[in-house]
């Protein structure tokens, strides 16, 4: 009886201990900064992508950019190894000095350089640099359980079905939703921006990093990721594209993505659609395969 009446007992300091450990795991960047372990339980995608980056051999072939190129998710490529870093509400910097800062480079990077106003997000640089963070013994199997749970939940789509997806996306006529409202509120809030400034000085960042990421042996292309031709024309848009085309005037550097323009759709006025984004994805893989001889499977 005195130990079947420990039972109960044991079982509350047992839950207490898993609390503890699932808290340690689930723990706030401040925290986190003192452990050095990226925060891989959060549902945001940013940590999600980023933390699959650092732990897993570097790609062959990484996108980084902001919700332009977020739009172009990884499951559309045809092409294995492929990782998009580019952040939602981001700047391509953020993902460009996570790269440049790991011990092992993919083979290629894309970087966006449609509107270059946003800074690097210093906090995510730092938590995701200098490879894989050490573990730390007592949370290794919740991190493990938990990091199981995320590829499980957030794991990439069934090949077949992505395909038969993306195939049944593609048979569909270009969606016809009259999205002038959100153009012109679009336009009415980027007339508003200078980029000039935070423009040249991205683009400077943009230039050291590259040149790093080329002396280490990647190939660095830069990418526009198609706009509709009311924002392509808008002045903050052609005032940064100017710049960086005036700082990296070789065309090697530049990877032209030449999608047919009449089928691409941006519902907000000015991200892809979804059916869209597949469009410029192919389109991405056809420019690869022309510059750097990357088949398709």
Not at 61 to 77: A, D, K, M, P, Q
Not at 134 to 153: G, S
Not at 258 to 276: F, I, K, M, T
Request: a neutral charge; glycine letters at 6%; aromatic letters at 6%.
């Amino acid at each position: 009886m005195p130990q079947a009446s420990k039972l109960p007992w044991l079982i509350k300091c047992a839950g207490v201990a898993a609390a503890l450990l699932l808290a340690c795991g689930l723990a706030t960047p401040r925290f986190g900064a003192t452990l050095q372990q990226p925060a891989v339980t959060t549902r945001d995608g940013r940590f999600i992508a980023l933390n699959r980056y650092v732990h897993e051999p570097a790609p062959d072939i990484v996108l980084v950019g902001s919700s332009l190129t977020w739009r172009l998710r990884e499951e559309y490529f045809s092409l294995p190894r492929i990782r998009n870093l580019a952040l939602a509400g981001g700047s391509p910097l953020t993902g460009l000095e996570i790269v440049a800062r790991q011990p092992n480079l993919p083979k290629i990077v894309l970087i966006e350089t449609n509107f270059l106003t946003r800074e690097a997000d210093g906090a995510l640089v730092e938590s995701f640099s200098g490879g894989a963070p050490a573990d730390v013994p007592l949370l290794r199997p919740v991190r493990t359980a938990i990091a199981a749970y995320e590829k499980w939940k957030h794991g990439p789509p069934n090949p077949a079905q992505a395909r038969a997806e993306q195939e049944r996306l593609l048979s569909q006529p270009p969606d016809n939703f009259d999205n002038k409202a959100y153009l012109d509120r679009a336009l009415e809030q980027m007339n508003g921006i200078d980029p000039t400034l935070s423009a040249r000085a991205n683009v400077a960042i943009i230039r050291r990093l590259t040149d790093e990421l080329q002396r280490r042996g990647a190939r660095v292309f830069l990418i526009e990721v198609p706009f509709a031709a009311e924002i392509e024309n808008a002045r903050p848009v052609t005032i940064s594209k100017a710049i960086v085309h005036d700082a990296f005037p070789d065309p090697e550097l530049w990877l032209p993505i030449n999608p047919p323009r009449s089928e691409l759709r941006w519902a907000d006025g000015v991200h892809l659609d979804q059916r869209s984004g597949l469009i410029v994805v192919r389109a991405i893989e056809v420019a690869l395969a022309e510059r750097d001889g990357m088949r398709q499977p």
